[in-house]
């Protein structure tokens, strides 16, 4: 088993807590606390593991020392518009937009919310067709299906 471990200056559990709160299947494992040879304060959050999606995932306390990058991002493969508009309202709060379906939420942590329905139309063996999703993609910040399928239709 492979576990994402994520470094946290000091909002750990705050992370894990919001990040269950937006993903239906998920949950919070086993919470570990600093004890008296720190380097945190006594009693205070050092590690938090979690559940999205079956996923597991670690949450550590560890200082201001690294910083979190678009260089590592989750993938969310979302069935529905309905799911995108969602899962990018909750995660955005606070955060920043990127281009082609990335966001950053409001502790630095990347996330792309990716309709199925961009893999499929991008694969299509007509190069005319997936080219023009691509171009439309490259245009969009959050993914819309619907601008997707009318650039493959080539009516964009």
């Known amino acids: 088993m492979i576990t994402p471990f994520l470094w946290f200056d000091n909002n750990a559990e705050e992370a894990v ?5 937006i993903f239906k299947n998920s949950k919070v494992g086993e919470i570990q606390r600093y004890g008296d040879a720190g380097p945190g304060p006594k009693g205070s959050v050092m590690t938090v593991r979690f559940q999205i999606e079956r996923q597991e995932f670690m949450a550590l306390n560890g200082g201001p020392y690294f910083k979190f990058t678009p260089a590592i991002s989750f993938f969310v493969d979302c069935e529905t518009q309905q799911e995108v508009d ?41 190069p005319q067709k997936s080219q023009r999703v691509l171009k439309a993609m490259m245009k969009m910040v959050k993914i819309d299906v619907e601008g997707l399928k009318r650039a493959y239709e080539g009516k964009e």
Do not use: H, R
């Open 17 to 21: 807590n919001f990040y269950t709160s």
């Open 86 to 126: 969602e899962l990018w309202e909750k995660l955005s709060a606070g955060g920043a937009f990127m281009q082609c379906g990335w966001l950053t939420d409001k502790f630095g942590v990347s996330w792309q919310i990716i309709p199925k329905a961009l893999g499929e139309l991008l694969g299509d063996k007509d």
